[in-house]
């Protein structure tokens, strides 16, 4: 059996580290949808989706990986939403 050098190694782990931060982040996205309900209805501003849209988005541009990818799941699945209910 060969054995793998440190590159490989070091590869894989970041592999893999990637990808548990893509599930955790997609699993984070009903809270990023929540709180951009919340932060929504206290500015008192207007309910649509085309505002839910724009206020995830803003909320989806930090430096956190998990946030990130969870407002970007949001953003998918409320884009999706929009579609069917438009049809």
């Known amino acids: ?33 929540a709180n951009a ?14 505002a839910l849209i724009e206020r995830v988005a803003q909320d989806g541009q930090v430096a956190d990986p998990a946030i990130r990818a969870g407002a970007e799941e949001a953003l ?4 999706q939403a929009a579609a069917r209910g438009a049809e």
Request: overall charge positive.
């Open 1 to 33: 059996m060969a054995r793998k050098t440190p590159e490989q190694l070091t590869k894989e782990f970041e592999g893999r580290k990637a990808k548990g931060l893509a599930k955790g982040g997609a699993a984070y996205w009903p809270n990023v949808l």
């Open 37 to 50: 309900v919340l932060k929504l209805t206290a500015a008192g501003g207007e309910f649509s989706v085309a």
């Open 76 to 79: 998918a699945r409320l884009r």
